[in-house]
C-alpha cells in the first residue's frame, strides 16, 4: 500500500511541474560598420531542460526578424546582416525552445553605421546602345573624403571586373567589356582605399545591347572534298552568331541561282550530284538579306578546237592550259620554255610522221621521243586514261596502276581525261582529221582536285562520235 501511495504523489508531482525557457542570450557582434557592409553577429543560451534552442534577430533597421534553425542548448549561433542605411542601431535577441517557451531578450547590442571611406563613384559614362561582341569603354570619377588613393571595381549584372590599381582622389577611371547577349544591362561601379574601406555601388547606367545591322559575307572560297563534293567558306564581315548564311548554286546550264541550304557556321558541304555551277551566299536576319558581291564557280573552262600537229609534222605538237585564262592553247614542243605550260603532245614515237599509230604523251616523255625535236627542260610529267560515258559521270580519281603517260588515239573519236602535277583534271576530247593532224577540244576544271565536269558547255559534240 506505501509503495501505491508513493507512486500516486509522484504522478501528483508531476502534473504540478512546469518546464522554463531557455535563460537570457548572451549576444555580440560590432559596434560599428558601413552601409552595406555584411556584419556579423552572435548568439548562445542554454535551456534548463537540455532543448534544442531557436533565435530571433531583431535588427532595430525594420527588416522582418525571423527565427533561425534550431541548435543544441549551449551552441553558438552566427548571423550576418548589411545594413543599407547610415544610423545607430539596436541588435536584440531572444531565444526558443522547442517547446515553443521563449527567453528574455539579451541586452542589446548597439552598432553605429556611418561610411568613412571612398565617396560613391559617379554613375558611369559609356554608351546607351551597342552591338553584341562590340568592345566598350565606360568611366567614372572616384574621390576618397581624405583624399586618400582610390581603387575602383566594376559589376556589369553577370560579372565583376577586378580591383583597379589605387589612383588618385579624383582620377578618371575607364575600363572596356563587350556584351555577348542581347539585352539591357546595367553598369555600377565601388571605390576601395587601402584600408579595405568598401563604398556603396554607385548609381546604375545601363546599356541596351541589340543586334547590329547584317553585313554580307566576304572573302567567299571553294575546295573539292573526295573529288566529288564542294567546300564553301567565307568570311562573317562582322555578322553576330545569329545570322543565317544561305547558299545557293546555279548549275552550268541554268540561268537561276536556286537556295541549295542555310547554316549559323561559315562553311558548308555541298554535294551538287556531280554537276558543276556557279555559287553564292547570303546574310539573313530577320527580313534582312544581303548577298557576298563574290561568285565561285566549279563549271569547267572550255577551249573550242584547235589542231594539234604530230611531232614531226608542220605546226605545233603541244597542248597546256594558260595559268591565268585557263584556257588551252597550242605550244611548241621545240621551245623549251614551253616545259611550264605543255600538259600533253601528239607523237607517233617514230623518226617520221607516217605511222599509223599516234598518241597523246605525257611532256616528259619528249626529250627521249624518237622524232629527236625536243630539247632537255623541266618537262613536267602529267597522267593519262581513257574514258567513256555520257558526261555526266565523274573523271576516274588519279592512280598510277589506271593513269598512263601515253594514250593510243583511236581512228574515231578519242576521249581522255588528264591529270595535272597541280592535282587539276581535264576531259580532252581528240578527232583525227587527215594524216598526223587531231582536232582537240578541251575542258578544263578550275578546282583542283575535283573531278566534276557536267553539264560540259559543248555538250551536243563531245560525246557524239564524230565531228560537227
Keep these: 500500500m506505501r509503495n501505491l501511495g508513493g507512486v500516486i504523489v509522484a504522478i501528483l508531482l508531476a502534473g504540478c511541474y512546469r518546464e522554463g525557457p531557455p535563460r537570457m542570450p548572451s549576444a555580440g557582434g560590432p559596434d560599428s560598420g558601413q552601409p552595406q557592409e555584411t556584419l556579423r553577429f552572435f548568439a548562445v543560451a542554454t535551456d534548463p531542460n537540455r532543448d534544442n534552442i531557436s533565435y530571433l534577430f531583431n535588427w532595430g533597421d525594420g527588416s522582418k526578424p525571423e527565427w533561425s534553425a534550431e541548435l543544441a542548448s549551449g551552441d553558438t549561433m552566427f548571423m550576418a546582416h548589411v545594413y543599407q542605411e547610415s544610423g545607430f542601431y539596436l541588435v536584440q535577441v531572444r531565444a526558443r525552445d522547442e517547446k515553443g517557451n521563449e527567453s528574455e531578450p539579451a541586452l542589446p547590442v548597439p552598432v553605429a553605421i556611418s561610411f568613412f571611406g571612398p565617396l560613391v563613384p559617379s554613375r ?124 545557293w548554286f546555279r548549275q552550268a546550264d541554268s540561268f537561276r541561282f536556286r537556295l541549295v541550304d542555310s547554316t549559323l557556321s561559315t562553311s558548308f558541304l555541298h554535294d551538287p550530284f556531280y554537276t558543276t555551277g556557279d555559287y553564292t551566299v547570303s546574310a539573313r536576319f530577320r527580313s534582312e538579306e544581303l548577298f557576298s558581291p563574290e561568285t565561285v564557280s566549279t563549271i569547267a573552262v572550255f577551249t573550242d578546237t584547235l589542231t594539234l600537229s604530230e611531232l614531226n609534222c608542220a605546226g605545233e605538237a603541244g597542248y597546256g592550259w594558260d595559268s591565268i585564262s585557263l584556257t588551252g592553247r597550242m605550244v611548241s614542243m621545240r621551245n623549251p620554255v614551253s616545259d611550264r605550260i605543255c600538259a600533253f603532245y601528239l607523237t607517233d614515237f617514230s623518226p617520221e610522221s607516217l605511222s599509223l ?78 594524216t598526223c593532224r587531231f582536232d582537240v577540244l578541251t575542258w578544263y576544271q578550275r578546282v583542283p582536285g575535283l573531278r566534276l565536269l557536267y553539264p560540259v558547255q559543248k555538250s551536243d559534240t563531245l560525246f557524239s562520235g564524230g565531228r560537227n
Design 124 to 247: 558611369p559614362a559609356g554608351p546607351e546602345v551597342a552591338w553584341p561582341d562590340t568592345p566598350l569603354v565606360f568611366t567614372t570619377v572616384v574621390r576618397h573624403r581624405s583624399n586618400d588613393s582610390v581603387a575602383v571595381q566594376f559589376a556589369f549584372g553577370d560579372s565583376l571586373t577586378a580591383w583597379s590599381g589605387f589612383l588618385p582622389s579624383g582620377a578618371t577611371v575607364a575600363v572596356s567589356r563587350s556584351f555577348r547577349s542581347r539585352g539591357v544591362f546595367s553598369v555600377r561601379c565601388r571605390a576601395k582605399d587601402k584600408a579595405g574601406i568598401i563604398s556603396p555601388w554607385s548609381e546604375p547606367a545601363l546599356v541596351q545591347i541589340d543586334f547590329p545591322p547584317v553585313k554580307p559575307p566576304l572573302n567567299l572560297r571553294l575546295a573539292q572534298h573526295l573529288g566529288l563534293y564542294v567546300r564553301l567558306r567565307w568570311d562573317r564581315n562582322g555578322n553576330h552568331d545569329s545570322v543565317r548564311y544561305c547558299i
Design 357 to 434: 599509230n599516234y598518241f597523246l604523251a605525257s611532256p616528259h616523255l619528249g626529250p627521249d621521243d624518237p622524232g629527236g625535236l625536243v630539247p632537255p627542260a623541266a618537262w613536267r610529267r602529267t597522267w593519262l586514261v581513257n574514258v567513256t560515258g555520257s558526261g555526266s559521270t565523274p573523271l576516274p580519281p588519279f592512280d598510277t596502276l589506271l593513269y598512263r603517260d601515253r594514250i593510243l588515239l583511236n581512228a574515231g573519236t578519242t576521249e581522255i581525261a588528264v591529270w595535272l602535277p597541280s592535282d587539276n583534271y581535264a576531259l580532252v576530247k581528240v578527232l583525227p582529221t587527215r
